[in-house]
């Protein structure tokens, strides 16, 4: 019987879920039961079509990207596929009625890691940011909203900007692996041979302004969601905290990291900040 398989994916969507983000997972187990399973379904999916660009040197990716692009349309054509990690996707995709622009989108950004290395223009990097980290933001709210497009549209604003933040926060952590590994940069204007005080100093002051948008967005989010989402923006804040306390040059030699003691000590503070209206 197919809930058998849709069961058995949606488990293979929290495996990769658990395996690959212990923040995430985390987080996404402070959602309500009731929408924690399409969380993890959306991860699973774009986590999947991130590992293709990043991670597999030694394949084809371009090869690898273009059937697992393929398989994506069939599943949401066909409301099934034998790829579990798709076939729970495409669960999710129609029970909340998610726009098929935010997944073209998304898919449109991560061809691009597949040759494009640099982001000259502000116009080029917003385009990137929309397509690999708010879209992602805008589908999760479909799941919160539970589809309801009135809320959805009160909210986007904010969960783009909050998406925009947490990608952020990872560029800059990030700097090393990307530039050295990939031979990528993301931030326009910026050399990252060069980077200093300064150049660093701007890239926080925009992000810290995502984040105040997107926290505006959290205390507005549906019981069944506020809580978990509030605990991934302390994490990524936490992050950036620490950013914001390392030296530039220190940045593009290392990747900073927040201690698995330090993020149940994050998970601790924000359930009582969140009890006590104080987010």
Do not use: W
């Not at 990307?178 to 031979?183: K, N, Y």
């Not at 040059?249 to 003691?261: A, G």
Request: charged fraction near 30%.
């Amino acid at each position: 019987m197919k809930y058998i398989f849709d069961n058995v994916s949606y488990k293979c969507s929290k495996i990769v879920t658990k395996t690959y983000s212990t923040s995430f997972s985390l987080a996404t187990k402070m959602l309500y039961k009731s929408i924690r399973s399409d969380i993890y379904n959306i991860y699973g999916f774009v986590r999947c079509a991130d590992e293709i660009v990043d991670s597999f040197h030694d394949y084809d990716k371009e090869t690898l990207f273009n059937r697992f692009s393929n398989d994506l349309e069939n599943a949401l054509r066909d409301k099934i596929s034998l790829n579990p990690i798709l076939n729970a996707f495409q669960l999710t995709y129609h029970k909340y009625n998610i726009d098929k622009h935010l997944v073209d989108s998304f898919m449109a950004s991560m061809r691009l890691d597949l040759h494009k290395t640099n982001y000259l223009t502000d116009e080029e990097y917003k385009a990137y940011i929309y397509g690999s980290a708010d879209v992602v933001g805008l589908m999760c709210l479909k799941v919160f909203v539970k589809g309801d497009n009135n809320e959805y549209e009160k909210l986007k604003d904010a969960a783009m900007a909050l998406g925009s933040a947490f990608q952020k926060v990872n560029f800059l952590r990030d700097l090393k692996a990307d530039f050295e590994g990939l031979d990528r940069t993301y931030f326009p204007n910026t050399d990252l041979k060069k980077l200093n005080e300064t150049s660093k100093k701007e890239i926080i002051e925009d992000i810290e302004n995502d984040f105040e948008k997107g926290l505006s967005g959290i205390k507005k989010l549906p019981i069944e969601a506020k809580f978990g989402v509030f605990m991934a923006y302390r994490y990524y804040k936490q992050l950036l905290k620490k950013l914001k306390k390392t030296p530039a040059l220190e940045i593009k030699n290392t990747r900073i990291r927040v201690s698995n003691h330090k993020k149940l000590e994050l998970l601790m503070r924000s359930y009582v900040k969140y009890q006590l209206n104080l987010m």
